[in-house]
C-alpha cells in the first residue's frame, strides 16, 4: 500500500499537533487545520471571525504585524517566536514559521513550546543552584555567631541583639530552603504518597483564607473571596492542595502594594474547577514569564523581587497541580497584577 | 618600592545581611575602611569617587553579576589592575577556575569565618604584585 502526496499531506496535518494555516491579505486566518481548536481553544468559526493578530498576546502583537506584513516585500520563510492567548486566558509561548510566497497567502506553522521552555534546569545546574541557595543563608548565619563568639566582651548590646537577630532570621531561611528542596524532590520522583479523597475545595479555601488573614493584614491588604453557594468537589490530596493554595495566597500578599486586594475566585467551567488568586502587584516582567515555574527562578527575577522568598513555592505548585491531573498557568501584566488560577477535574459523584 | 598599607576596601554585596557581618568583621576585626554598595551597577557609578584599594565582589547579584561588574570595572583605567577579590558562595570547581581565568587575586568562600577574613585579605594583598 502507499500513499500519494496528497494524502500523506491530509493524515499529516490533521493528526500533528503543529498549527497549520494561511492568512489572507484581511489578517484574517483564512483556513485552520484541528490542532488550532484543540490547543487555543477556539472554534473554526472564532478564529476565522477576528484578525490573527487578536489571538497574538499583546506585547507580541507589534512584532508579528511586522512579519506579517514583510509577506507582500519577500519571498521565503522567517522563523520567530510569540505568546498566544488561549480562550481561557492563558499564554502559551509558540514557535512560528512563516512561509511568504508570491500568493495572496502567508502560511503559517507554529508549534506550541511553552513545556519545553518549563523544563526544568540541567543537574549540574541544580547542584550549583542548590550549593549557592543554602550557602547564602549559612554565610549570615556563621557570620552572625563567629562575631558574636569572637568579640563578645567588647560587642554593645544592640549590636549583640542585631547579630542575633540576623542569625535567626537566616536560619529560618535555610529550614524553608531545605523543606522545600526535599518537598520539590520527593514530589518529582513520587516517593510521597498523595492520599487522594474528595474535598469540597471550597471549604479548604475558606480555612486557607482565614489562616492567612493576620499575614495579609499585617501588610496591610485586604483578602477577599465570594464563594460560590454550592460545594465544589474534586479529588485531591488535602495537605497538599492547602499547601498550593498557601503558595499562591502567600505569593499574592507578599507581591500586593501596601493597601492592595488580593481576590480568591473559584467557579465550576464544564467538568474542571478553576481556583484563582488574582493581586494587584508588580506583576511578572515579560521577559520572566517562561521561567515562572522553574525552581530557584526567581533569583533572576534580581532587584524586582523585592521580597525575598526561596524562589521554589510556584515550581511546588505545579508539581502538585500535575500530579492532581490539573493544569496551572498565570495571566499578568508587568506594574498592574498578576492572576495565577488552576484547574482541577471536578468530581460530580460526591 | 615599598607596598602601601591596605586600608579602604570596597565591598559589592546585595543582600543586606551578609553586608552588614562583612562590613563589621573587616572594619571591627581588620580595622578597614569599608564601604559597601549594593549592586554591581552601583559600584561602578561610585568607584571612582570611594577610590577603594581593593574590592570584595559578590558573584550572583541581580541586574549585573560579579563578572560582568568586573569586566566593566577593568575598562576603567585607574581600576584597571586594582586587587579584587570574588566572595562568593557559587564555588562549584569549575566555577572557581572559571573566576581565576578572569584574573581575579583570590575566591573567598561563602560562608567564610568573620574573625579570620580580614586576615585572609592582608596575605592576597601582601601577595598582589605591586
Known sequence: MSFSFEEFSKIVI??????????GSDGHLKCVNPPWQKILGYTEEELQSKPFIQFVHPSDQVLIQEMIRKGSEQIGNVEFKSWMVTKTGASLWFIWNIIYTDEKFVFISGHDITKSVLAQISPAE?????????????????????LILGSEASLDPGVHKKFLEIAYRNSERLGALINGIFDIEKIEDGSIPFKIKSFDLINLIKNEIEMHRPFALQNKISLVFDPPQLPLNARVDEEHFLQLVTNLLSNAIKFSPEGGKVVVMAEKTDDKIRISVKDNGIGIPDEFRSRVFQKFSQRELGSKRQQGGIGLGLSISKLIVDRLGGTIDFKSEEGKGTTFFFELPYDGSE | ????????????????DIQEITKMALASIGGFEVDVCSSGVEALANVVTLSPQLILLDVMMPDMDGIETLEKLRQIPRFSKTPVIFLTAKVQPAEVKRYMELGVSAVLCKPFDPMMISQNILDIWNRHPI
Open chain 1, 126 to 146: 541544580f547542584v550549583s543552584v542548590v550549593s549557592h541557595e543554602l550557602r547564602t543563608p549559612l554565610t549570615s548565619i556563621k557570620g552572625a555567631l563567629g
Open chain 2, 1 to 16: 618600592m615599598s607596598r602601601e598599607k591596605l586600608k579602604k576596601i570596597l565591598l559589592v554585596e546585595d543582600d543586606t
Open chain 1, 14 to 23: 490533521q493528526n500533528t499537533t503543529y498549527l497549520f494555516g494561511c492568512i
